[in-house]
């Protein structure tokens, strides 16, 4: 037995015992000495390994941003033997990205510090004073982890796409790396490469494995995008630039610099129509369900899960935390414009016969809350549009993806061409009736806890006169009424009547292991946020009270 004993100026001194089996079976005492140094040795260098992955001096940020684009890369030179190879493979990086992320966040991240952790800041380009800068806070950790867990179960429901799947799993982890570094940017130009980096898979992933109008819907989809990141590139190249020679891009410092009022009101004006497209805000949201419409499930699981999440969470880390002044002074508008995109989103859906659309417009009616959580300004609005952040991932991507299972069995996608699927398949059915149920704000499910916090944020701005507050209350509740309208008339016109069920071949196959596996491990977090909500508001709560210190009402 031998204890070695470690002390570095930068830790605390601590014991750490290893307790090995020594040979001692060996005749020649010469050979055993050599034997015994060998094994010190070893047992040395797994220490020091052990120190580097339980210190916060190992760069998990990087780790887990570039590892799923690289582990990708070398799925082109594995050996041809079919899509289940490709398929196992992707899932197992997914999975192995996942473990890491939650092992480096729950062993080296501290909830109750709102400041950056696991900072790593390394110089990149020498002539652009370029830098890769990475940090996470309360703020970027639920969106990473929903990243993590949407991504891996977008995998395991890509199992029926067969053609040219090699390079459909290599791009559905470039997203990944993408959307991960977008959350863990510390960097304003590293966070528009970010940014950048899964538009071109999105685009391919639409043209290659869409509908029969894929080639519209992705013309359609990287126009808007493309255009917002243009808007994006000036704001980022103005604040870098602004009162320096040299580049100031670091979000620390950019977050204590103040601007001319008209000034600040323009850079914020750049940064929110780039979110509002990615977002999607109205009138910039017409791309969403076409796109929506056109792809295939896997990729409308990340769209609606992860990319959409992607702009409210630029409104809060750039035009929040940056531009606080003239956030407040657009605050009102965000409210205004959130509240009609509710009204709107939900008027809209019931008229849609696509049912992949009628998704996609309850989508864009959901992220009216959000809006308006942003815009209230305060901790309990704040928190609320986060936990929505949060909330609706798990919703949308679970509907998509039963859209899709659906779409699998019957080839129908019009709502009008269905009825009566709830004799034949009463698995899905059940599942998609509790999930209907969560997005239309069920208490018990986390739709209801997110929106009722918003709800509590807004009535208790002190930013805002009674009149308006109520005003805005009123409509939103009109919102939420029309919400069951074309939740439960979608699951009608789905699974109750008898076209299906009396037609000829209408034996379909019901839910499998794989689609039970991906329904539960979404509806679990749904129900259990529901319960309690503290397990993702713990997340952000110190963050939120730190970005809302900056503004004066």
């Not at 963050?543 to 809302?548: M, R, S």
Request: glycine share 8%; net charge positive.
């Amino acid at each position: 037995m031998i204890l070695i004993r470690f002390r570095k100026p930068h830790l605390n001194p601590f014991r750490i015992l290893f307790i090995f089996f020594l040979p001692i079976t060996d005749k020649n005492p010469y050979s055993k000495i050599e034997s015994n140094r060998f094994y010190f040795r070893v047992r040395v260098f797994l220490v020091q390994v052990y120190l580097v992955f339980t210190t916060n001096y190992f760069p998990w940020l990087t780790l887990i941003v570039v590892f799923p684009i690289a582990a990708g890369s070398l799925m082109f030179f594995l050996p041809h033997r079919g899509n289940k190879v490709t398929r196992g493979y992707t899932i197992y990086i997914c999975v192995l990205e996942l473990l890491l992320t939650t092992y480096a966040f729950c062993y080296h991240f501290q909830l109750d510090d709102p400041l950056i952790q696991l900072a790593e800041d390394y110089k990149w380009i020498d002539f652009f004073d370029f830098y890769w800068r990475l940090g996470i806070d309360g703020l970027s950790l639920g969106p990473i982890l929903l990243t993590g867990l949407i991504t891996t179960l977008a995998t395991v429901a890509a199992r029926p796409v067969t053609r040219n799947s090699r390079l459909f799993h290599f791009l559905m982890l470039a997203m990944y790396s993408g959307q991960i570094g977008s959350f863990s940017s510390r960097d304003l130009l590293l966070f528009f490469i970010m940014w950048e980096l899964e538009l071109i898979p999105v685009y391919l992933l639409l043209s290659v494995w869409g509908g029969k109008k894929r080639l519209y819907s992705a013309t359609k989809f990287i126009l808007y995008t493309a255009g917002g990141s243009v808007f994006l590139l000036i704001g980022v190249l103005g604040i870098g630039l602004y009162g320096s020679n040299e580049p100031i891009l670091n979000l620390e410092t950019l977050a204590n610099q103040s601007y001319p009022v008209a000034l600040e009101i323009i850079f914020y004006i750049g940064f929110l129509i780039a979110f509002a497209v990615k977002s999607p805000i109205i009138p910039l949201h017409t791309w969403l369900p076409d796109t929506h419409g056109e792809a295939h499930y896997s990729t409308c699981m990340l769209l609606a899960g992860i990319l959409l999440k992607m702009g409210a969470y630029g409104l809060v880390r750039i035009n929040m935390e940056l531009l606080p002044h003239a956030h407040s002074i657009f605050s009102p508008w965000l409210m205004i414009v959130g509240t009609m995109q509710i009204i709107y989103a939900a008027s809209t859906s019931p008229g849609q016969r696509n049912l992949k659309k009628r998704i996609a417009y309850s989508s864009v009616s959901h992220m009216g809350f959000i809006i308006i959580g942003i815009g209230s300004i305060t901790d309990t609005g704040l928190n609320g549009a986060i936990l929505q952040i949060i909330s609706h991932g798990f919703i949308s991507a679970a509907l998509f993806f039963l859209a899709g299972t659906s779409y699998d069995r019957i080839r129908l996608g019009y709502l009008d061409e269905m009825g009566g699927l709830a004799i034949p398949i009463p698995k899905i059915f059940t599942i998609f009736s509790i999930l209907s149920m969560a997005s239309l704000a069920l208490p018990g499910m986390s739709g209801f806890v997110a929106e009722l916090i918003v709800f509590f944020g807004i009535i208790t701005s002190q930013k805002y006169f009674l009149m308006p507050k109520i005003l805005i209350t009123f409509v939103m509740a009109i919102g939420m009424i029309l919400t069951p309208i074309y939740s439960l008339s979608m699951s009608r016109q789905m699974f109750y009547g008898y076209k299906l069920f009396n037609a000829q071949k209408s034996y379909f196959f019901d839910s499998g292991p794989r689609e039970l596996f991906v329904l539960m491990s979404i509806l679990l977090p749904v129900i259990g946020i529901g319960i309690y909500p503290d397990f993702v508001l713990s997340l952000s709560v110190d963050k939120v009270e730190a970005i809302l210190s900056n503004f004066f009402l």
